[in-house]
């Protein structure tokens, strides 16, 4: 069985590295529409068995439940890294051999872009391997597949990129690098904000940073990106 992993945290904790420019109440309804618009593409893509969210946030869970997503409850929450292994581990156990993990903060991602991962994921022989996709700055990990799904421990955070890459390379696991711009695209910091405003791109996501009229509170905390 094939699943994806979605681990929700609280919301009104969310984004904290916006603090200084979005408020609590922002950044709760900035994760949930980031929220809404993953679980809407993951509903509509195929070639998976099944979806987990592992939370201890009661909103994630009714609307996963809503979309016939199956639950891991949590008690309390130390770190993403340890709600994925713990989700991962879970259903290891339950007989799933492979699992991708996806953030909520991936306001470009599309159906297609979960399909063709999926797809990736399963082409591993022997059912070992693992695959990327790097963050749009390249050292983040926007999405990570594992077969199985317990194949190395998480170290989401700062340049998780290069943790997950040594421990591939030190247990010789086959690790493929996927880069897809619509999945590199994540929102942790100003900047991230101000590249998907200026792409003009974002849907639901798009549409609530400019309710917010975010142009001249991110002038004074990020340098506008190009955009392609």
């Known amino acids: 069985m094939r699943y994806i992993l979605i681990p929700v945290k609280s919301l009104p904790r969310a984004k904290q590295r916006l603090a200084g420019l979005l408020t609590r109440k922002e950044r709760a309804g900035l994760a949930r529409v980031m929220m809404e618009h ?8 195929r070639g998976y068995d099944g979806v987990a969210v592992v939370t201890l946030c009661r909103s994630a ?44 903060d991936l306001p470009l991602i599309s159906a297609d872009d979960i399909e ?23 050292t983040g990990t926007n999405a990570l597949g594992r077969t199985p799904p317990d194949l190395f421990p998480s170290h989401f955070g700062p340049q998780s990129l290069a943790w997950h890459l040594a421990e591939a390379r030190d247990k010789k696991i086959p690790c493929d690098l996927v880069y897809l711009p619509r999945v590199a695209c994540d929102l942790d910091d100003p900047e991230d904000l101000a590249f998907l405003l200026h792409s003009g ?23 506008v990106p190009r955009t392609e």
């Not at 399963?122 to 996709?133: E, H, K, N, T, Y």
């Not at 996501?205 to 340098?223: H, N, P, S, V």
Request: no cysteine; aromatic share 6%.
């Open 61 to 104: 869970m009714r609307m996963a439940r809503q979309l016939g997503f199956e639950v891991i409850p949590e008690t309390r929450q130390v770190s993403e890294s340890a709600s994925i292994d713990y989700g991962s581990g879970v259903l290891r156990r339950r007989g799933v051999r492979a699992v991708l993990r996806l953030p909520i």
């Open 38 to 45: 993953l679980f809407a593409e993951v509903a509509k893509a």
């Open 201 to 223: 791109r974002g849907g639901g996501t798009l549409d609530y940073l400019k309710q917010l009229r975010l142009e001249e509170r991110l002038r004074r905390f990020a340098r």
């Open 116 to 138: 063709m991962l999926m797809a990736r994921l399963s082409a591993f022989r022997r059912d070992r391997g693992a695959i990327i996709v790097p963050s749009r700055d390249e």
